[in-house]
């Protein structure tokens, strides 16, 4: 089924970006920034986490008419 597919790929490729920037942005804290670090890698890991789990889910049975 085209349409799982592509919706899985829209699910994928925000949550893997937004996660890589809240992940970069957790390694690099520094200062003030600094007290956020762990908000910010606990959203990156679950952005990520949630990415590749859409990506793993299986699409389900083809129902023919």
């Keep these: 089924m085209s349409l799982n597919r592509t919706a899985k790929g ?3 490729v925000p949550s893997l970006l937004l996660g890589g ?3 970069a942005a957790g390694v690099w804290a ?3 920034a600094a007290a956020n670090r762990a908000l910010a890698l606990a959203l990156g ?3 990520m986490a949630a990415g590749l789990l859409a990506q793993l889910l299986p ?3 083809r129902q023919d008419d």
Excluded: K, S, W, Y
């Design 10 to 12: 829209i699910v994928l």
């Design 21 to 23: 920037a809240f992940l």
């Design 30 to 32: 520094d200062g003030p």
């Design 45 to 47: 890991g679950v952005l």
């Design 59 to 61: 699409e389900g049975q």
